[in-house]
């Protein structure tokens, strides 16, 4: 059986963006993980060991976001998804939302976002 975790609207405040005001101000993110997890037989026994702390992946999130300062939202939404492969052994694929909701664009929107995906195996590319 393959499980999904998925944590959506997670809000942050951070400083990334191309500009430097952004960078200096900050703003809010939002960040959508969908966490497919290693197959298991049955989640009927109830055992924790079978899944994820949905309250440990929100935590370690935010603490990567917040770890450095990201110019694009793919360079953050790589990071995230590379960090919480890298904590979270039954990941197997994962995949990261960021949106922001005050883009110095000059043209009424709602957001801006992007999604990136990876799994397991893509890590041993990564230094």
Known sequence: MLTTIQIAGLQTFGYHGLFEEERSLGQK???DIDATLNPAPTHRDDRLD???RYDAVVDAAVSLA???KYQTLEALGEAVAIGLLRRFALI???TVGVSKFS???PHTLSKVG????LARSDL???P
Not at 114 to 117: Q, S
């Open 29 to 31: 993110f939002t960040f």
């Open 50 to 52: 079978a899944s994820i």
């Open 66 to 68: 917040s770890g450095m």
């Open 92 to 94: 197997e694929t994962i």
């Open 103 to 105: 883009p110095p664009i």
């Open 114 to 117: 992007i999604a990136v995906r």
């Open 124 to 126: 041993v590319d990564l």
